[in-house]
């Protein structure tokens, strides 16, 4: 009878708060996988597969794999001989390319492809000049080799993804300082 009269109360305290804690809550969601196609980074496939690496080592809510043989890529990234940049046509979905301007430059190349990936994955520029920060992009120095997102920048692809955030298609270029 106590037993009863304690389990009523549950459900009343539960009741009055308006909480949906009567049922179990969804299992997390599974993360999202986006299908990156590096087929035609020429010498920086390795590098791109790095980029992607990177970010699956610090994001819980969306990956970055390998287009499997004759599926459609989420993500294209391509090489050419100007700056490193990144069009999007929707959050996960774009097109980067590994630019050969900033790598002889000496910009670090895993930075450079952790960053453009970072654009797809949400992320504006932000160019604080500090190394500490991926999404700096040249506006830290040359000499910088983090190609690690911080926490802050971690943080926010996490809630891209929980939700069903939405990013107007935007074009980013990396931009160093000479031409
Ligand atoms: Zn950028």
């Known amino acids: 009878?106590?037993?009863?009269?304690?389990?009523?109360?549950?459900?009343?305290?539960?009741?009055?708060?308006?909480?949906?804690?009567?049922?179990?809550?969804?299992?997390?969601?599974?993360?999202?996988?986006?299908?990156?196609?590096?087929?035609?980074?020429?010498?920086?496939?390795?590098v791109v597969d790095q980029g992607a690496q990177i970010w699956n080592s610090r994001v819980t809510n969306v990956r970055l794999l390998p287009v499997p043989a004759g599926s459609t890529p989420n993500i294209r990234v391509y090489a050419d001989n100007g700056w490193p940049r990144a069009q999007t046509t929707s959050l996960g979905?774009?097109?980067?390319?590994?630019?050969?301007?900033?790598?002889?430059q000496g910009y670090h190349p895993p930075r450079i492809a952790a960053h453009e990936f970072g654009h797809l994955l949400g992320l504006p520029d932000r160019r604080t000049g500090l190394c500490a920060d991926l999404m700096s992009g040249s506006s830290a120095p040359v000499s910088c080799t983090n190609a690690y997102p911080n926490a802050r920048e971690a943080a926010t692809v996490n809630n891209n993804f929980a939700t069903v955030a939405r990013m107007p298609a935007a074009t980013f270029v990396w931009s160093g300082s000479r031409p």
């Open 93 to 104: 979905n774009g097109r980067w390319y590994m630019g050969r301007q900033a790598v002889n």
């Open 1 to 46: 009878m106590l037993l009863r009269r304690i389990a009523a109360a549950f459900v009343a305290v539960l009741a009055l708060g308006g909480v949906q804690a009567v049922t179990a809550g969804p299992a997390a969601a599974a993360p999202r996988t986006l299908y990156y196609d590096a087929g035609q980074a020429q010498e920086f496939k390795a």
